[in-house]
Every structure is written in C-alpha cells, then in structure tokens.
C-alpha cells in the first residue's frame, strides 16, 4: 500500500466497490422478484453473442467450443434476467478454464448444459451458490454470479446443479415445465 499511496488504493477499490455495489443492489432486486414480465426468450441467441463477445479469450486460452444447441427452444422469463443468467454461466465457464481445455454448451428443449475443463475445486461442491465464494483469487470475481445464477433460477422454478464428472466443471440447469417452449 505504500508503494501505491493512498490515492493508489482508492483508485484501484473504487471500481470494485462500485461493481460490488451494483451485484448487490441486483441481487436485492431479483429477491424482491422487482423484475415483472416474462417473454419468449432465445437462449442459443444469447449464448452466441456472448461467445462472440469473448472470443478474444476463449482465442488466447486457445479453448475448443463445442456447441449442441437446439435454436428453436426459446424460454418463458424476463430478458434482463435471462441474459444475466447465461452470461454469468458462460463468462465463468470460459473465465475458469485452463489454456487448451474445452467449453461444452447443450441446448435442448428442458435443459442447458455447461462444462468446461479445469482443475477439481478446493472447496465443498455446495459452495459454488454461496454467496462471495470464489474458487480463485482473481480480482474480476466478486464471488456473486453463481449466487445471482441461483436466485434467478430460483424465482423461475429452475434447478440449477453443479458437479464434477470426468475433469469438467460442469452446471445443468433444468427448465421448469411451461419455461421452456419450442
């Protein structure tokens, strides 16, 4: 702290207590369900524009996308809500990768699935939805997008599990019936 004084510091925290401040406020939103109307939603649309939207990552990792999705499966819930949710799980799914691993993404008409390659966590399972829970320390991660993933899922009627199969981090979410149309 010294090296950098203090003007140093409180360049460097403001930013992340501001983000911190916007999750926050987010997360009171969603559990006050503040978030009305629901429409048909195109999951495989956002999927995709978030891909594009990292693909400078994913190029640099040098990660091998693999992508099953049905285009025509569109879920009932809030748009702002909907993009939230997948972009949370994606940008984790590519953010914790390993350098030549692999992002696994299935669309079907009740399920989404996201795998990606890394090392086991240190921590429980169960832990992933806490929130302020971080498997690493990087300073990007508030430790609050897998606890927005659940809340959201939560309010929709949406399971959302985590596990481990064969090295590959991997969160199902189940569409509650009538969430998901074709």
Do not use: W
């Not at 916007?22 to 939103?29: D, G, P, Q, S």
């Not at 049905?70 to 953010?95: C, F, G, H, Q, S």
């Not at 309010?155 to 596990?163: I, L, N, P």
Request: proline share 4%.
């Amino acid at each position: 702290i010294r090296d950098i004084g203090v003007t140093g510091v409180q360049t460097c925290a403001l930013p992340i207590l501001s983000r911190l401040d916007k999750t926050l406020i987010l997360l009171a939103k969603i559990e006050n369900r503040q978030f009305p109307g629901s429409q048909p939603v195109d999951p495989a649309g956002i999927i995709n524009r978030q891909l594009e939207s990292l693909e400078d990552l994913i190029h640099s990792k040098q990660i091998n996308v693999i992508r099953h999705m049905d285009d025509k499966a569109t879920i009932e819930m809030n748009p702002y809500l909907a993009e939230i949710l997948l972009v949370n799980l994606i940008k984790n799914a590519v953010r914790h990768n390993v350098t030549g691993g692999e992002l696994i993404i299935e669309l079907s008409k009740y399920k989404l699935i996201i795998a990606n390659s890394g090392p086991s966590l240190k921590m429980d399972a169960e832990m992933v939805f806490k929130r302020f829970y971080k498997s690493s320390s990087s300073p990007e991660s508030l430790g609050l997008g897998l606890a927005i993933v659940q809340k959201i899922c939560d309010m929709y009627g949406f399971k959302v599990e985590y596990s481990y199969p064969n090295e590959m981090h991997t969160m199902i979410v189940d569409f509650a019936t009538g969430a998901l149309q074709s």
